[in-house]
């Protein structure tokens, strides 16, 4: 189902995450025919471009981004769009936003119904959003009539009180019901999939618990380096850029299912599962964290020469509730690690009755989600190996939610899935502002003792191509366990 009328404006419209994200999602919506009915565009950033230029950079954009556009598809597409040169400090440029954005409503019947995606430095989120409230742009929420949506994305912020303080700066323009925080993992469809396969099967929610899961594991590997990203990466390091993404998967796996699907619902049990994760003592993080960088990161450019940032990070972390008291959630994530692989993997603890538990079968039942590259869900059993002799091997029985050709099938993409249900009003996907400030809580002891000893709490280098440094095997071994082969 298409979403309701709307007008969508994109501010730094020209820049990377536009380009590789954000326009190629609206051009996917419009391809695959689901964007609302009635709809406009516009393109905000400080550049100037002409026309021509404009629908020559649309163009490469839409060609890198793997689309084969037919010609009446891409001309409909720039139909429906206009480009704006911004100054976002002017009171000026916001009172022409606002003439020409009534002038489209009116041309387009949209009724003052306005998606705002700011894809732009945190640090112009607070001013782009106080003119947009000072110039009438954002609407008032208890008005029925009409709406304004703001979508944001990281990095919230680089430490908990920088984090406080661009939460504080978004509430005095837009209340917590106009804000859609993204994280674009949460719309990708083996993510959605977690919840639907553990409410709609009993086989697999009756045994999502301590007595039946030995551990989870979840991996978020990149094959790539910085690529470009070296001032952003030396300001933040992994750990800061990927936690985000760690705890919404975490969440996703483990937390109790809601009694709706409502993002009310949905976010209440999402908090309940983030309160009950253990924070990590000082001591904890010493045992239970292990740094890395790979072995030619201070050679990238724009490095600096004894960069201390890392690549790599594992961790383990303990959630206290009922369900899961006792099972220890083990993550890492890494940059050049040799493949680009995001999964979770839930492991089962092997029989402790039957006839066979005085064997050792050697292998686990694993319930593992492929998020990317490839969107799969499988489940490993163990059987016996066909011949004469009693021989165990494990078989593993498998979905694929991405099937060739899935494009031209109309599956809308992680981005485009999150576009439309922020254009639907629907907040079930995004981040609250519980969940960024939580985040920040759970990152803050990790960051205190990595600065506060680095003798102690040191940076293990680790080969290009590699899956981590060796600390990070040893770090789950200690415990008698071993990281999924991937």
Not at 151 to 164: D, F, M, Q
Not at 184 to 202: C, D, I, P, W, Y
Not at 222 to 232: D, N
Not at 262 to 268: E, G, M, V
């Amino acid at each position: 189902m298409r979403p309701e009328s709307c007008g969508f404006i994109l501010f730094g419209a020209t820049g990377d995450l536009a380009a590789r994200k954000i326009i190629p999602a609206l051009f996917g919506l419009c391809e695959k025919k689901l964007t609302p009915r009635n709809f406009y565009a516009v393109l905000v950033s400080r550049t100037p471009l002409d026309r021509g230029a404009l629908e020559s950079r649309l163009w490469d954009t839409v060609l890198k981004a793997g689309f084969t556009p037919a010609p009446e598809v891409f001309s409909s597409f720039l139909e429906r769009l206009e480009y704006i040169q911004a100054d976002y400090e002017s009171d000026a440029f916001y009172r022409r936003l606002a003439d020409r954005l009534t002038a489209l409503d009116a041309k387009s019947g949209v009724k003052k119904k306005r998606l705002f995606y700011l894809a732009t430095p945190p640090a112009a989120f607070e001013p782009i959003t106080s003119k947009l409230k000072t110039s009438g742009l954002l609407s008032d929420p208890t008005d029925c009539t009409c709406w304004s949506r703001v979508i944001i994305e990281k990095p919230y912020g680089s430490s908990l009180e920088s984090a406080a303080s661009l939460d504080a700066g978004l509430k005095l323009a837009a209340p917590e019901a106009q804000v859609y925080r993204i994280d674009h993992f949460t719309g990708k469809e083996t993510v959605q999939n977690v919840m639907a396969l553990r409410s709609a099967n009993a086989v697999f929610d009756g045994t999502w618990n301590n007595r039946f899961v030995d551990h989870v594991q979840i991996t978020v590997f990149e094959e790539l380096g910085l690529e470009g990203r070296a001032a952003f990466f030396e300001r933040m390091g992994l750990a800061r850029d990927m936690m985000s993404h760690i705890l919404q998967l975490a969440a996703i796996t483990a937390m109790d299912l809601p009694s709706t699907f409502r993002d009310t619902d949905f976010k209440t049990e999402k908090r309940r599962f983030f309160e009950s994760i253990r924070p990590l003592t000082r001591e904890e993080v010493r045992r239970q964290t292990v740094r890395g960088q790979y072995a030619g990161y201070r050679s990238e450019p724009g490095v600096a020469p004894g960069s201390a940032e890392e690549t790599f990070l594992a961790f383990k972390f303990l959630v206290d509730n009922d369900r899961w008291r006792g099972v220890p959630f083990y993550v890492r994530a890494g940059k050049k690690t040799g493949s680009k692989k995001t999964r979770i993997d839930v492991v089962y603890k092997k029989p402790d009755h039957g006839i066979f538990t005085h064997i050792d079968i050697g292998y686990p039942n694993v319930f593992s989600f492929g998020i990317q590259p490839e969107e799969r869900v499988s489940f490993s059993l163990i059987s016996k190996h066909p011949g004469p002799k009693l021989c165990f091997t494990p078989r593993s029985m498998g979905l694929d939610y991405r099937p060739e050709g899935h494009e031209a099938a109309g599956y809308p993409t992680d981005y485009e899935r999150l576009l439309i249900e922020a254009m639907s009003g629907d907040q079930t996907l995004f981040l609250s502002s519980y969940e960024i400030g939580f985040m920040w809580q759970f990152l803050a002891p990790l960051l205190e003792a990595w600065s506060a000893a680095p003798a102690t709490e040191p940076l293990h280098a680790y080969a290009d191509g590699t899956p981590g440094p060796a600390a990070a095997d040893e770090l789950i071994k200690k415990d008698g366990r071993s990281w999924i082969q991937l």
